[in-house]
Antibody, heavy 115, light 106 residues
Framework: EVQVVESGGGLVKPGGSLRLSCVVS????????MTWVRQAPGKGLEWVGR??????????EYAAPVKGRFIISRDDSKNTAFLQMNSLKTEDTAVYYC??????WGQGTLVTVSS | DIQMTQSPSSLSASVGDRVTITCRAS??????LNWFQQRPGKSPKLLIY???SLQSGVSSRFSGSGSGTDFTLTISSLQPEDFATYYC?????????FGQGTKVEI
């Protein structure tokens, strides 16, 4: 059974930083292209970015609203993906999901950016 | 970026109804389209991939069709557990944009 567990969310002030983690089990993590998607309270789904697998060069891509502020990385030895979020804005408030495959979603972790 | 537009944004239906949701892409995406269901307080669930392929374990009352720019999700006979919000998503190019969602209510 595939399990995806995100963690690291919380309350942070505007301009602050936060690092989210995502542990995947029951799936071939090393070859997975890890995607982050977010959902603001009461709103729809927004693609944040992704990191390709090692064999594909671990290339990263980002959505325009987060490019230059967010960094996605991975540690294949720990089956873990990360989302480093810097210069946070109130509009980054959302539940953040980590996705190794569109069929497998975690429960998400809530990030609240507020003063 | 490719814009995905769903219609309607919401609809009211009854148990047993046939429901159709449409999704239009702003440019050609071949059959690179997913459909998701999200119940309140839950994570999204993949229903359909590649526009018309039913995800394993998903009820056969869900079906998808279309290619190019116009797509539909059909629920053949609405069940109580189907009251939820549905999203389309293109997987043709990055960013992998989603539609704004269609809320199916009683």
């Amino acid at each position: 059974e595939v399990q995806v567990v995100e963690s690291g969310g919380g309350l942070v002030k505007p301009g602050g930083s936060l690092r989210l983690s995502c542990v995947v089990s029951g799936y071939t993590f090393s070859s997975a292209w890890m995607t982050w998607v977010r959902q603001a309270p009461g709103k729809g789904l927004e693609w944040v970015g992704r990191i390709k697998g090692k064999t594909d060069g671990e290339t990263t891509e980002y959505a325009a609203p987060v490019k230059g502020r967010f960094i996605i990385s991975r540690d294949d030895s720990k089956n873990t993906a990360f989302l480093q979020m810097n210069s946070l804005k109130t509009e980054d408030t959302a539940v953040y999901y980590c996705i190794p495959h569109w069929a497998y979603w975690g429960q998400g972790t809530l990030v609240t950016v507020s003063s | 970026d490719i814009q995905m537009t769903q219609s309607p944004s919401s609809l009211s239906a009854s148990v047993g109804d046939r429901v159709t949701i449409t999704c239009r892409a702003s440019q050609y995406i071949n059959s690179n389209l997913n459909w998701f269901q999200q119940r309140p307080g839950k994570s999204p669930k993949l229903l359909i991939y590649r526009a018309s392929s039913l995800q394993s374990g998903v009820s056969s009352r869900f079906s998808g069709s279309g290619s190019g720019t116009d797509f539909t999700l059909t629920i053949s006979s609405l069940q109580p557990e189907d009251f939820a919000t549905y999203y389309c998503q293109q997987t043709d190019t990055t960013p992998r944009t989603f539609g704004q969602g269609t809320k199916v209510e009683i």
